[in-house]
């Protein structure tokens, strides 16, 4: 039955080749282009999917309104991670993120490199990053200690293990000196579906002591880190959301808040930050769901119209 079938069809497309050709040539094109549109759109909406405890993860925003402006920004300040913490028992972890640039120092040679990213030990237990070399526990938990990404071990190292060896970062020291790293860690580079991507690690502690200053505990005027919360269960963000305006008045200094201005704090899921969010100092540049929509429209109409078309040549 089968290979009859197969035998009337053959001997079908024999008798016009030309017409034949045009017809599977056009379903073809129209297929692809939807299989294209497909896996595009299929990776747009996999971002940060691949955290086992994405559904868990929130990032702490804030909004401002002055007497000039009113804005979203994607940073808090320093001490929000330890005090959310302390203030709410739905809170499992917390752990911040800084992003920079650096000039990278290996014996003679110099290299220019971004993705630098400060911080915290928790970033292993509330992300689903894992080492391949070094003790996730202790990689981060002293100042100047740096973990490298696979594609930057090569370029620096080669096929030597790095651990153990040095870096000179100048980072974070204003006096042009620099500061020396201790390689404490080796891990697989990160997936391109990810709202933030990066080169190296480096241990918030390092910005802690080469900027004494500047990241203190009671710091909270000072909004130009990213803050992500643990959350114990999923659907404990409406209990925080609920406690946000309390928490500030507990913790935020009056003198902190200029007259006439005013600053709220949000969580946002962090499933939703690279298609839903286009807040101001994004970590990096965000998408953007409208175009999902443009595009889910605009392959079905390109796979209708290769259907249609087809069909009608077939029916003549």
Same mark, same amino acid.
């Given at each position: 039955m089968i290979k009859q079938f197969f035998t009337t069809a053959f001997r079908n497309l024999s008798k016009s080749k030309g017409f034949s050709a045009l017809n599977i040539f056009g379903l073809t094109i129209g297929l692809t282009c939807f299989a294209f549109i497909s896996i595009w759109v299929n990776d747009e909406l996999s971002y940060d999917r691949f955290n086992e405890k994405s559904d868990r993860i929130y990032r702490v925003t804030g909004e401002v309104i002055t007497q000039a402006e009113s804005f979203k920004q994607a940073v808090t300040s320093v001490p929000m991670a330890a005090a959310f913490k302390k203030d709410f028992p739905q809170v499992e972890n917390a752990v911040r993120l800084d992003k920079s640039d650096a000039i990278v120092e290996l014996g003679t040679k110099q290299f220019s490199e971004?993705? *630098?990213?400060?911080?915290?030990?928790? +970033? +292993?237990?509330? /992300? &689903?990053f894992r080492l391949k070399h070094g003790d996730e526990a202790t990689a981060l938990n002293a100042a100047f200690n740096i973990i490298l990404t696979e594609s930057m071990v090569k370029k620096y190292f080669g096929n030597e293990n790095p651990i153990g060896k040095t870096l000179k970062l100048f980072l974070y020291d204003t006096?042009?000196?620099?500061?020396?790293?201790?390689?404490?860690?080796?891990?697989a580079d990160p997936p391109k579906n990810a709202h933030f991507t990066f080169k190296f690690l480096v241990s918030f502690k390092s910005m802690e002591a080469a900027n004494p200053w500047s990241l203190t505990p009671d710091g909270w005027d000072n909004s130009s880190?990213?803050?992500?919360?643990?959350?114990?269960?999923?659907?404990?963000? !409406?209990?925080l959301e609920a406690g946000l305006e309390s /928490?500030?008045?507990?913790?935020?200094? !009056?003198?902190?808040?200029?007259?006439?201005? &005013? +600053? +709220?704090?949000h969580l946002q899921p962090l499933?939703?930050?690279?298609?839903? &969010?286009?807040?101001?100092?994004? *970590?990096?540049?965000?998408?953007?769901?409208?175009?999902?929509y443009i595009f889910i429209t605009i392959g079905l109409f390109i796979l209708l119209i290769a259907a249609i078309n087809y069909m009608n040549l077939a029916t003549a």
């Amino acid at each position: 039955m089968i290979k009859q079938f197969f035998t009337t069809a053959f001997r079908n497309l024999s008798k016009s080749k030309g017409f034949s050709a045009l017809n599977i040539f056009g379903l073809t094109i129209g297929l692809t282009c939807f299989a294209f549109i497909s896996i595009w759109v299929n990776d747009e909406l996999s971002y940060d999917r691949f955290n086992e405890k994405s559904d868990r993860i929130y990032r702490v925003t804030g909004e401002v309104i002055t007497q000039a402006e009113s804005f979203k920004q994607a940073v808090t300040s320093v001490p929000m991670a330890a005090a959310f913490k302390k203030d709410f028992p739905q809170v499992e972890n917390a752990v911040r993120l800084d992003k920079s640039d650096a000039i990278v120092e290996l014996g003679t040679k110099q290299f220019s490199e971004d993705g *630098i990213l400060a911080t915290d030990p928790s +970033f +292993f237990e509330v /992300f &689903s990053f894992r080492l391949k070399h070094g003790d996730e526990a202790t990689a981060l938990n002293a100042a100047f200690n740096i973990i490298l990404t696979e594609s930057m071990v090569k370029k620096y190292f080669g096929n030597e293990n790095p651990i153990g060896k040095t870096l000179k970062l100048f980072l974070y020291d204003t006096t042009g000196r620099g500061e020396t790293y201790n390689i404490t860690g080796v891990m697989a580079d990160p997936p391109k579906n990810a709202h933030f991507t990066f080169k190296f690690l480096v241990s918030f502690k390092s910005m802690e002591a080469a900027n004494p200053w500047s990241l203190t505990p009671d710091g909270w005027d000072n909004s130009s880190y990213y803050t992500y919360l643990l959350l114990k269960n999923k659907n404990d963000n !409406q209990k925080l959301e609920a406690g946000l305006e309390s /928490f500030l008045t507990r913790n935020v200094p !009056q003198n902190n808040r200029a007259p006439g201005n &005013s +600053f +709220f704090l949000h969580l946002q899921p962090l499933t939703d930050i690279h298609l839903k &969010s286009n807040l101001r100092y994004e *970590i990096e540049a965000t998408g953007n769901m409208n175009n999902i929509y443009i595009f889910i429209t605009i392959g079905l109409f390109i796979l209708l119209i290769a259907a249609i078309n087809y069909m009608n040549l077939a029916t003549a």
